[in-house]
């Protein structure tokens, strides 16, 4: 699967964006996918996370501000009231016929694509 993030930017705080993940290669297989952000202390964490029943699973940091969603061959990420500290490279993931565990997708290799920066000023 081959992964491709767009819709990063700078924004003031209390503003939004919306990520876009274009996915193309093997759509076929249902696909766990989510959005990934880099923690200094932890490395890559998820912020949010989908199944492919449709089930979701959100970071308790964003929880009511941040909203995934899919439809294929789009994976998206709508961002609301921003703050400073959302402000990282943001990743999109999958694993093909991954079983979707919190903000983990397990039972396969991810694919990655390059990452998109938000960057929110205060």
């Known amino acids: 699967v081959q992964l491709v993030e767009s819709g990063g930017g700078s924004v003031e705080a209390g503003g939004t964006l919306r990520l876009s993940c274009a996915t193309s290669g093997d759509t076929y297989s249902p696909l766990c996918m989510g959005w990934f952000r880099h923690d200094p202390a932890k490395g890559l964490e998820g912020v949010a996370t989908?199944?492919?029943?449709?089930s979701t699973n959100y970071a308790d940091s964003v929880k009511g501000r941040f909203t995934i969603s899919r439809n294929k061959p789009f994976l998206y990420l709508q961002m609301n009231s921003l703050k400073p500290e959302d402000s990282d490279m943001y990743y999109c993931?999958?694993?093909?016929?991954?079983?979707?565990?919190?903000?983990?997708?397990?039972?396969?290799?991810?694919?990655w694509g390059r990452g998109t920066q938000v960057t929110v000023s205060s």
């Open positions: 989908i199944g492919s029943d449709g």
């Open positions: 993931g999958a694993v093909p016929r991954g079983r979707l565990s919190g903000l983990h997708c397990l039972g396969g290799t991810y694919s």
